[in-house]
Structure formats: structure tokens, C-alpha cells
């Protein structure tokens, strides 16, 4: 099974002040740290994305399906996109509660006053 990595995780290891540099590119997390000396698009477009999600940018650059097999030599995980979702308890008021609960006897019914009886 592949590392997973939070996104915090990845945006820490941007290549700046000698850190690593990762990026995301289809929820796979890269670091391509080794590879900005040798990327044919020049190591600087990698820094740019240093701890970004660079998908958009890999796919507009129009990269052969070459480069697409370069990539998993650069591969060290996948983003944690199964982190449990924080569910916010929903407390429901006692004010709301009674808002909508019927108080009490409602008005009673008024007797009809057309006129209409039947006995
Ligand atoms: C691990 C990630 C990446 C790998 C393995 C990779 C690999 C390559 C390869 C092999 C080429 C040569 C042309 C080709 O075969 O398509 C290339 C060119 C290029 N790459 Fe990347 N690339 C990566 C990420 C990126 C990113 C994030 C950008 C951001 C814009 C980028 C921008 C470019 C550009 C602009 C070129 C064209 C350079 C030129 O033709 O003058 N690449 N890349």
C-alpha cells in the first residue's frame, strides 16, 4: 500500500530554504528534489509548485506519455484524501425545540356560525 501524506504534509516540503520538493499531481504526491537539475522544462517551473497541487499545470504543459512514465520514478505516495471528515455536532437548541412543538391546547375550534346545522 502506497504512503499517504496530509496535504499539510506536502505543503511544508516546498524546495524553499533547502527543504524537499514535493508536489501533487492526480492525488500522487512526487518528490522531485533530484529531478529539477534534469526536468527538460527547467527546474524552476518544479520550485513553482514546490508543495502544490501542480495537476493543471503538468497537463497544460503538454508533456508526452513519456514524461507521464517519468513520473512514477518520482512517486512516494498518495494524498490522504480518505481523512475523516470533521462532522460538526449539530446541537439542536432547546429554543428550537419548543419553536416547533405544539404548546399546550390550540385554540379551540370556533363553532361555525353560518347558520348550518345538522341536528
Ligand atoms: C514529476 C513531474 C514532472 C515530470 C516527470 C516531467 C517531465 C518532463 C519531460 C520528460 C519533459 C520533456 C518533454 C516531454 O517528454 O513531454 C518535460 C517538459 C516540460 N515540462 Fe515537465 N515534468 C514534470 C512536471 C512539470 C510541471 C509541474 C510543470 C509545470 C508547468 C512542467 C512543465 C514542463 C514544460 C513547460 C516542459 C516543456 C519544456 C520545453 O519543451 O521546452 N513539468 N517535463
Redesign the pocket.
Known sequence: MSQLYELSEVEQQNGKNGKPCW?I?KGNV?D?TK?LAE????GD??L??GGKD?TK??K?????S??EK??K??KIGEINSAAPIQVQPTSITAAKVTENTISGDPEPAKKSSSGFCCC
Open positions: 508536489l499531481i512526487y522531485v529531478f526536468h527538460p522544462g527547467g517551473v518544479l513553482e509548485y501542480a499545470a503538468f497544460q504543459a503538454g508533456h508526452s513519456d514524461a517519468e513520473l520514478n518520482y
